[in-house]
T-cell receptor
Framework: AQSVTQLGSHVSVSEGALVLLRCNYSSSVPPYLFWYVQYPNQGLQLLLKYTSAATLVKGINGFEAEFKKSETSFHLTKPSAHMSDAAEYFCAVSGQGGGNKLTFGTGTQLKVEL | GAVVSQHPSWVICKSGTSVKIECRSLDFQATTMFWYRQFPKQSLMLMATSNEGSKATYEQGVEKDKFLINHASLTLSTLTVTSAHPEDSSFYIC?????????????FGPGTRLTVT
């Protein structure tokens, strides 16, 4: 069984400030972890993924995330927020290997203020 | 690469009618596609897993006779909402798994907004 907890349904940051979106997971098997971004009325776009290689994963648009097994966390960060980063962000987990389903967190709405 | 399309992007239908939504992987073959439902300001809930050439696997609580899924080819899966009612109004998103990527990640379509009046 797998689950994802995203702390904070809404996060607000100033433009240029650090972005930190929290994700903790629970998995009975070694996990794959993903961060997706969703803009209004659109599907999901993959930001980055952890697939048991490097624990620090770099993604698109300047985002990165670090897999910490001891903390069962996969927090998403970006050093400097841009207005265009305002969107809904979803963390997701699946078991390693084929055929495994994605389980999504409840999402975090990121607001970027001037 | 790894583009997934959905058609239509939005549809309005009357209560009692059926609506078909198509999901296509445009530049890769997808033996597995997934159908999700998303209510406003909520997360994605997996409805079913669609496997090419076999019956779909539905999640608990999803009526398989109401949400008919057909995965006729390696690039096309369809979701038919039969006898739609207003409570079926939602945002439906499909995804396709690219088995060649090695990480089994899913690529998502842009979604279909269904409104039942």
């Amino acid at each position: 069984a797998q689950s994802v907890t995203q702390l904070g349904s809404h996060v607000s940051v100033s433009e240029g400030a650090l972005v930190l979106l929290r994700c903790n997971y629970s998995s009975s098997v070694p996990p794959y972890l993903f961060w997706y971004v969703q803009y209004p009325n659109q599907g999901l776009q993959l930001l980055l993924k952890y697939t048991s290689a490097a624990t620090l994963v770099k993604g698109i648009n300047g985002f990165e995330a670090e897999f910490k097994k001891s903390e069962t966390s996969f927090h998403l960060t970006k050093p400097s927020a841009h207005m265009s980063d305002a969107a809904e962000y979803f963390c997701a987990v699946s078991g390693q290997g084929g055929g495994n389903k994605l389980t999504f967190g409840t999402g975090t709405q990121l607001k970027v203020e001037l | 690469g790894a583009v997934v399309s959905q058609h239509p992007s939005w549809v309005i239908c009357k209560s009692g009618t059926s609506v078909k939504i198509e999901c296509r992987s445009l530049d890769f073959q997808a033996t597995t596609m997934f159908w999700y439902r998303q209510f406003p300001k909520q997360s994605l809930m997996l409805m079913a897993t669609s496997n090419e050439g076999s019956k779909a696997t539905y999640e608990q609580g999803v009526e398989k006779d109401k949400f008919l899924i057909n995965h006729a080819s390696l690039t096309l899966s369809t979701l038919t909402v039969t006898s739609a009612h207003p409570e079926d109004s939602s945002f439906y998103i499909c995804s396709a798994r690219d088995w060649t990527s090695g990480a089994y990640e899913q690529y998502f379509g842009p979604g279909t907004r269904l409104t039942v009046t």
